[in-house]
């Protein structure tokens, strides 16, 4: 007998069955959330609550058995405001329910997104019966755009579009039309690719492939392109198939295929061979972006070394796909940053700089102009909005005298970088493709509800509104992980956060982005191989660079660059590096090091972090951390264990420093409390260093725990110690432990985190999202217009109402 097919209750269902089984505990934990008055509570408050009304034995059961534990359980906030209790339940990433509940009437409600928002309201503006609050809804311009909804494929977005696109080629044959005009309008710079005048239609396109793979077929396999060029021109295609009759014929079966029985990989596999991409423009903003030196200073980490090594990477990419389709183009690739005239020792002053390791790269600095004139010092990413309009303005200018023409696609890093990306693609109407790097929103709690409280500092009404529009206009969105878009089981994602908030007296987002949006692709970075490899390959090894790291590491004297000594150099050391935020967490690893007297017996512990002395310092963050780290030292008496280093920025050397610690049977520690990805995380385990990395956030995903390295809750500092000491434990029983560990991590890198495979997986999607763009050219009007409205009408009164910086008084950094 077939099984009975069963209704799946809905959250409101589910809160009224529990009523009535234990209404008793639930009318006694609901009055406890309501007494304590107007009020927001997170997901461990409600499980407190729980706990202390009910008794842990009680409260446990409920949670298990009950209807509403999958409501409590995954519970991210709720809002109280008596006699209300309101909860916004997330039953899996992506997914959202709201329900409310009165205490007094013991009446359960479904609510919408937007009446969820309008009672969350209530926290700070009081009982409003405003009708009219403007509200931002992109749901109905997306309706069209296939997605899917099993949580575990976002992040798959080219998958299911190729999939999406095949099909609907298979159904209908007109649906092939599109694809045959996008490969008739093929241009560079106005010389015609791939096909000419003379096809015209899909019939034709089909007995022009057949005929070509007759004649194609009798040439020797490696015969040049130049040899057959006027021959098959006169069938009707152009440059850009191949450059041997081999090729030429690989491509053509690919689109044979197509036009027979379109399948996803075979499409995805032509579109991403199609020569479509030979100028590219980065945007990465606020600066300083420089190729030395810039590391130190505040708001420059990842993002500055993601991008030089994207450079290097996509480019030889480039080169080689150009050479194999048979084009003679030189490939450009411009990096927009701020030019920054007073740039304290840096390059960020001049207005070009070549990219080293690239033929075809540079950097394309262009200053923060306003009606002040031409701002000189260096400004935090946070203030950086009342500028942006004039710098798109600008840059485009400066972009189009160098490239003599339009790029092919445009990336935007971070907020500022992704919004001039979508201001520039929409006035060029060129390929968009985002990078966050980090969303701010998930870092500080209830920056939404409370923006006016952040407004001064951080200008959150702007950064929040940027990424909106740039998530929305984007054809394209990398991440590095999955739980940048979505999160995990428990927690929310970064991108996810912007799905529905409100920003109240401003407005309200009630469909803002859509996580399984098939515009979301993971491509996780790697780290530049030429720098960071295997401590094993001796022959590589920089043994020159060996006797400056040993004086970092143990010469005795105390300066400014290093302070500290170790007694015992034969210990093996853990070793940690990162900005000296707080976020970072350092000093965090720092006290459980001190702690620990088995760990601090076992081995030394060395970090990289900031400057030791606070006069260096004009970051108020930074500041406090050093002052800590000092204390630190003074509390657990770290002497003769314990060496603080200032920030390196030669790589070269940093790449041998990681193998100098693999060779004394060291570790890595990343003890963040929160990181977006983490590239010293895969930097260490590149150079084949076990590596003990945070849980929250992206290296949570680059590492498999217990296999190719370990993670380590900062919020449970002594049992990340302990973890760290039964690791040195088990290595001294058995030496090839540290060896498997380091192992599982290098082959954890091979498969994921490289820049080879990340560059040909932008490229592709360079190509398909491309076609998509012209595919669905006329629903995107849609959005775009709506987003024009947008920014006219709110974004820019918001960027133009954060002040202007002056020259005068000296810049600080706030950040987290
Ligand atoms: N870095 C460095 N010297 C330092 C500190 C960091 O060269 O003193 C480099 C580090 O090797 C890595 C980058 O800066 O390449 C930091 O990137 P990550 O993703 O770990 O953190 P972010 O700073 O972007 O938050
Ligand atoms: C910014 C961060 O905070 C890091 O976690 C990333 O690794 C870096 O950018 C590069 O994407």
Redesign the pocket.
């Known amino acids: 007998m077939a099984p009975k097919l069963t209704r799946i209750p809905s959250m409101r269902e589910r809160v009224e069955d529990t009523l009535s089984v234990h209404r008793n505990e639930l009318v006694s934990l609901l009055s406890k959330y309501v007494a304590q008055g107007k009020c927001l509570l997170q997901p461990h408050h409600l499980i407190d609550g729980l706990e202390s009304v009910i008794g842990e034995d009680k409260g446990k059961q409920i949670l298990s058995d009950g209807p509403f534990s999958e409501v409590l359980r995954s519970a991210q906030e709720a809002i109280v405001v008596p006699p209300f209790v309101a909860i916004a339940v997330r039953p899996r990433p992506g997914v959202w329910e709201y329900v409310r509940v009165n205490v007094s009437e013991l009446n359960v409600e479904q609510l919408t997104v937007s009446e969820y928002l309008h009672f969350k309201e209530e926290l700070v503006d009081g009982k409003a019966d405003d009708h009219y609050v403007l509200e931002l809804d992109f749901e109905p311009f997306n309706e069209s755009v296939p997605r899917p909804t099993r949580s575990s494929s976002i992040g798959n977005g080219v998958q299911f579009l190729n999939r999406h696109l095949s099909s609907s080629m298979f159904r209908n044959k007109d649906c092939l039309e599109p694809l045959l005009d996008f490969l008739r309008v093929h241009k560079h710079k106005g010389v015609v690719m791939m096909l000419n005048d003379r096809i015209q239609t899909i019939q034709r396109l089909q007995s022009a492939l057949s005929k070509a793979e007759d004649y194609l077929i009798k040439l020797p396999a490696d015969t040049p392109y130049s040899e057959f060029e006027f021959v098959i021109q006169g069938m009707g295609f152009e440059r850009g198939w191949g450059d041997t009759a081999e090729r030429v014929l690989e491509m053509m079966h690919l689109l044979l295929d197509i036009l027979q029985a379109p399948d996803p990989s075979t499409l995805e596999t032509f579109l991403g061979r199609l020569p479509m991409v030979f100028n590219v423009v980065i945007l990465s903003v606020h600066g300083y972006f420089g190729q030395a030196h810039v ?2 200073l505040p708001d420059t ?3 500055i ?1 993601y991008i030089l090594d994207q450079v290097r990477s996509l480019e030889h990419e480039m080169l080689q796909r150009i050479k194999k389709q048979g084009l003679d183009v030189t490939p450009r690739i411009l990096i927009v940053s701020r030019l920054i005239p007073d740039a304290k020792g840096t390059t960020c002053n001049q207005r070009m700089e070549k990219v080293s390791g690239t033929e075809h790269a540079s950097i394309l600095r262009v200053p923060f102009r306003s009606e002040k004139g031409i701002l000189r010092k260096w400004i935090s990413r946070f203030d950086v909005w009342p500028y942006l309009e004039n710098f798109t303005e600008d840059a485009a200018g400066e972009i189009i005298g160098e490239l003599q023409g339009r790029p092919d696609l445009i990336i935007g890093n971070y907020s500022d970088g992704n919004i001039v990306a979508s201001l520039l693609s929409h006035k060029m109407g060129v390929t968009q493709c985002n990078i966050a ?2 969303l701010e929103k998930t870092k500080y709690p209830d920056s939404d509800i409370y923006w006016k409280r952040f407004e001064d500092k951080y200008h959150f009404s702007c950064q929040f509104s940027a990424d909106l529009m740039a998530m929305n206009h984007a054809d394209f969105i990398i991440t590095s992980t999955y739980q940048e878009i979505a999160g995990t089981k428990n927690t929310v994602g970064q991108y996810e956060s912007h799905k529905a908030f409100t920003f109240p007296g401003l407005y309200r987002v009630v469909h803002g982005i859509d996580v399984f949006d098939p515009k979301f692709n993971i491509v996780s970075p790697g780290a530049d191989m030429a720098i960071y490899f295997p401590f094993s390959e001796k022959e590589h090894r920089l043994t020159s660079l060996h006797s400056f790291i040993e004086q970092l590491l143990f010469k005795p004297e105390q300066n400014e660059e290093h302070i500290g000594v170790l007694d015992d150099t034969s210990k093996p050391i853990i070793f940690s ?3 000296l935020d707080r976020v ?1 967490n350092i000093t965090g690893l720092v006290e459980c090091y001190g702690k620990n007297a088995k760990l601090r017996e076992l081995a030394n512990l060395v970090v ?2 900031g400057y030791n002395d606070v006069k260096k310092s004009n970051d108020r963050e930074e500041i406090a951390e050093i002052e800590k780290m000092h204390r630190l030292i003074q509390e657990y008496n770290l002497r003769g264990q314990f060496r603080w280093i200032a ?3 030669n ?1 070269v050397r ?1 790449g041998e420093l990681y193998r100098y610690i693999c060779d004394k049977g060291g570790i890595f520690a990343q003890p963040a409390f929160y ?7 895969v ?1 260490a385990m590149t150079c084949g260093l076990p590596t003990f990395a945070t849980c929250h956030g992206g290296p949570a995903e680059i590492i498999e725990d217990g296999v190719s390295g370990f993670h380590i809750d900062p919020y449970h500092a002594d049992q990340a110690a302990e973890k760290m000491t039964e690791f040195f434990v088990k290595c001294r029983e058995d030496p090839n432990y540290w060896t498997k560990i380091s192992a599982g991590g290098l082959l954890r890198i091979k498969e994921r985190y490289t820049w080879q495979k990340y560059s040909e997986r932008l490229m592709t999607l360079a190509g398909v999202y491309g076609f998509w763009k012209y595919v669905s050219k006329l629903e995107r009007r849609e959005t775009r217009r709506y987003l024009e409205m947008f920014y006219i009408l709110k974004f820019r009164d918001l960027a133009n109402s954060v002040p202007l910086a002056t020259d005068e008084e000296p810049s600080t950094t706030d950040a987290v």
């Not at 990181?675 to 995380?681: H, I, K, N, R, S």
């Open positions: 590391l130190g980490g990842g993002q070394v790097h980090a590096m990162a900005r970072k990289v972090a920030s390196q920025t790589r940093n990181e977006a990805f983490g590239l010293t995380v930097e």
